[in-house]
């Protein structure tokens, strides 16, 4: 068999386990082993499994996920995510469309202590989700506009999607924090734009007026520990005070302190923040597992290095390169979650990017490139026929149906597609602050 051959075998053999509604981790473990057993036999795959699974895990960079999950968990559990909406629609309220846009304001900050994008979408939609059906808003545009906000999760820093392609690459987390930032504050401007103009375009998804509630000291002193969060875990990780794993670790301290000021944590609360986190990382970390295994069962095959050698005789510009793998990514999300795809594809697609010319230095360009990827796994979280986001959000939403809530969902795809290519075109947007830490 050709390897060609065998590694379409084994993708097609991962797809399949997928489809039968195998979970992913399990999926590429089983097809990586089989693979691995085809070509090197049992015991080579015994004595990979023996060292991999230590030499994985006793990373001390891993860390980091579990103290950002428990950080996005306590300020679920704590009540925060409420007041947040409070602020974000006394001040966007007197806008046609204020309330929609408060929502993706709401998730912008929450997200900048969550990063999860499905915590997020979650979370602001169980807040969010009741006053903008009150107020009259439709189905369409409040599960569109809550799954697109939801994105913000893992756009804005702290990102775990961000934090894994950094181990896997090798890079710097806090300059990948940095990236992330004008990207992210772009997104949420598209998004707020989005809105505007659709709720006048297409009549009805919107109330004609809007009651604006005041900005008062209550509502203005709900979003100070959030701002207090940010500002002591990325000036702490900018200023040198710490590293991100211990910026990771404060975060979390600072935002159970935050819940129990707040009086909105209880002991069933605090048990269950720390349950969701050890369900969420061992999650992870199973996954890290199964694309360890299906990654060194291709690496055999030879066909990344084969892939990467013909790319590189078709002649293309690199910045066609990658736009063909940003548009992968979109397919692949189609059918894989993107912890899932970063895994999976970083070992493939990453060394490929590497040895390209794109004018700038190979850790600016391994930074840009992680940023277009983080772009584009978004993208996946909304596009159907899966979109996660917008699933866990019309779930909540029972009275709406899917079709609607992909509808909904068109016009923030519209904004992230031109967000994409604004910063594939221009990589500058995305190192400008990173510039400043080097």
């Given at each position: 068999?050709?390897?060609?051959?065998?590694?379409?075998?084994?993708?097609?053999?991962?797809?399949?386990?997928?489809?039968?509604?195998?979970?992913?981790?399990?999926?590429?473990?089983?097809?990586?082993?089989?693979?691995?057993?085809?070509?090197?036999?049992?015991?080579?795959?015994?004595?990979?499994?023996n060292?991999?699974?230590?030499?994985?895990?006793?990373?001390?960079?891993?860390?980091?996920i579990?103290?950002?999950?428990?950080?996005?968990?306590?300020?679920?559990?704590?009540?925060?995510?409420?007041?947040?909406?409070?602020?974000?629609?006394?001040?966007?309220?007197?806008?046609?469309?204020?309330?929609?846009?408060?929502?993706?304001?709401a998730?912008?900050?929450?997200?900048?202590?969550?990063?999860?994008?499905?915590?997020?979408a979650?979370?602001?939609?169980?807040?969010?989700?009741?006053?903008?059906?009150?107020?009259?808003?439709?189905?369409?545009?409040?599960?569109?506009?809550?799954?697109a906000?939801?994105?913000?999760g893992?756009?804005?820093?702290?990102?775990?999607?961000l934090?894994?392609?950094?181990?896997?690459?090798?890079?710097?987390?806090?300059?990948?924090?940095?990236?992330?930032?004008?990207?992210?504050?772009?997104?949420?401007?598209?998004?707020?734009?989005?809105?505007?103009?659709?709720?006048?375009?297409?009549?009805?998804q919107?109330?004609?007026?809007?009651?604006?509630?005041?900005?008062?000291?209550q509502?203005?002193?709900?979003?100070?520990?959030?701002?207090?969060?940010?500002?002591?875990?990325f000036?702490?990780?900018?200023g040198g005070?710490?590293?991100?794993?211990?910026?990771?670790?404060?975060?979390?301290?600072?935002?159970?302190?935050?819940?129990?000021?707040?009086?909105e944590?209880?002991?069933?609360?605090?048990?269950?923040?720390?349950?969701?986190?050890?369900?969420?990382?061992?999650?992870?970390?199973?996954?890290?597992?199964?694309?360890?295994v299906?990654?060194?069962?291709?690496?055999?095959?030879?066909?990344?290095?084969?892939?990467?050698?013909?790319?590189?005789?078709?002649g293309?510009?690199?910045?066609?390169?990658?736009?063909?793998?940003?548009?992968?990514?979109?397919?692949?999300?189609?059918?894989?979650?993107?912890?899932?795809?970063?895994?999976?594809?970083?070992?493939?697609?990453f060394p490929?990017?590497?040895?390209?010319?794109?004018?700038?230095?190979?850790?600016?360009?391994?930074?840009?490139?992680?940023?277009?990827?983080?772009?584009?796994?978004?993208?996946?979280?909304?596009?159907?026929?899966?979109?996660?986001?917008?699933y866990?959000?019309?779930?909540?939403?029972?009275?709406v149906?899917?079709?609607?809530?992909?509808?909904?969902?068109?016009?923030?795809?519209?904004?992230?597609?031109?967000?994409?290519?604004?910063?594939?075109?221009?990589?500058?947007i995305?190192?400008?602050?990173?510039?400043?830490?080097?």
């Amino acid at each position: 068999m050709s390897s060609i051959s065998l590694a379409l075998l084994i993708f097609g053999m991962m797809l399949l386990l997928m489809a039968l509604r195998t979970p992913i981790a399990v999926a590429m473990f089983v097809a990586g082993s089989v693979g691995y057993i085809m070509q090197t036999g049992w015991h080579p795959l015994a004595e990979f499994l023996n060292t991999q699974a230590f030499a994985r895990f006793a990373s001390y960079d891993l860390s980091v996920i579990p103290l950002f999950i428990l950080m996005g968990h306590f300020a679920t559990q704590g009540g925060i995510s409420k007041a947040l909406f409070g602020f974000a629609a006394a001040v966007m309220g007197r806008f046609k469309g204020g309330l929609a846009m408060a929502a993706v304001l709401a998730c912008a900050a929450f997200g900048a202590i969550c990063g999860s994008s499905v915590a997020t979408a979650a979370t602001i939609t169980n807040v969010a989700l009741p006053e903008m059906k009150r107020h009259g808003y439709s189905g369409r545009l409040s599960t569109g506009t809550l799954a697109a906000g939801g994105t913000l999760g893992i756009l804005i820093p702290p990102s775990v999607p961000l934090v894994i392609y950094a181990i896997l690459t090798e890079q710097n987390i806090a300059k990948l924090f940095a990236a992330a930032m004008i990207p992210g504050v772009i997104a949420m401007v598209g998004y707020m734009i989005a809105i505007a103009i659709y709720v006048r375009v297409v009549p009805g998804q919107a109330p004609e007026t809007e009651e604006a509630e005041k900005i008062t000291i209550q509502s203005l002193m709900g979003v100070v520990p959030i701002a207090f969060i940010f500002l002591l875990v990325f000036g702490g990780i900018y200023g040198g005070f710490f590293t991100p794993t211990e910026g990771a670790a404060v975060g979390a301290a600072s935002t159970f302190f935050a819940a129990l000021a707040k009086r909105e944590i209880n002991w069933a609360k605090f048990k269950q923040c720390f349950y969701s986190t050890a369900e969420s990382s061992a999650m992870i970390f199973m996954i890290f597992i199964g694309a360890d295994v299906m990654n060194s069962s291709l690496a055999l095959t030879q066909v990344p290095n084969q892939l990467a050698a013909v790319v590189g005789s078709w002649g293309l510009a690199p910045i066609m390169v990658v736009s063909v793998i940003l548009l992968f990514y979109v397919v692949l999300g189609a059918v894989m979650d993107e912890l899932s795809m970063l895994l999976l594809t970083i070992p493939i697609f990453f060394p490929m990017i590497m040895g390209m010319d794109f004018g700038m230095s190979k850790e600016y360009t391994a930074i840009w490139f992680g940023i277009m990827v983080l772009m584009t796994v978004g993208f996946g979280m909304l596009a159907p026929p899966v979109g996660l986001n917008v699933y866990v959000v019309n779930g909540m939403a029972k009275d709406v149906p899917i079709s609607e809530s992909y509808k909904g969902v068109m016009p923030f795809l519209i904004s992230d597609t031109i967000r994409t290519i604004l910063l594939l075109l221009f990589p500058g947007i995305s190192l400008w602050l990173v510039k400043y830490l080097t």
